[in-house]
Nanobody, 124 residues
Framework: QVQLVESGGGLVQAGGSLRLSCAVSGRTSSSSTMAWFRQAPGKERMFVASITWSGGSTYYADSVKGRFTISRDNANNTVYLRMDSLKPEDTAVYSC?????????????????WGQGTQVTVKT
């Protein structure tokens, strides 16, 4: 089993920045690929970014490319999502996810483990 705990969400003005963290514990060998997804009220869950633990391969949704950066700290089993130039449409619950296979993907159904999520609200 893998446990994922997100933190770092909050309220920020448009144009501001936040850094989300996802602490990974348990069977970390089952978390070769990590990802961030988000879900706004009344909308489907959407892919944000993905990264592999070993090679550092990354993949971003077009809507966040150039504004968000996913990274990992292998020593501390933590994945980060740095969010800059935030927009009101970035408002959502952000969740991290893990899968055992080391291959970045934007399909949520292939991820085996999920965190509870952290709320990000961007005000105008």
């Amino acid at each position: 089993q893998v446990q994922l705990v997100e933190s770092g969400g909050g309220l920020v003005q448009a144009g501001g920045s936040l850094r989300l963290s996802c602490a990974v514990s348990g069977r970390t060998s089952s978390s070769s690929t990590m990802a961030w997804f988000r879900q706004a009220p009344g909308k489907e869950r959407m892919f944000v970014a993905s990264i592999t633990w070993s090679g550092g391969s990354t993949y971003y949704a077009d809507s966040v490319k150039g504004r968000f950066t996913i990274s990992r700290d292998n020593a501390n089993n933590t994945v980060y999502l740095r969010m800059d130039s935030l927009k009101p449409e970035d408002t959502a619950v952000y969740s991290c996810a893990a899968r055992a296979t080391a291959f970045v993907s934007d399909y949520d159904f292939i991820y085996d483990y999920w965190g509870q999520g952290t709320q990000v609200t961007v005000k105008t």
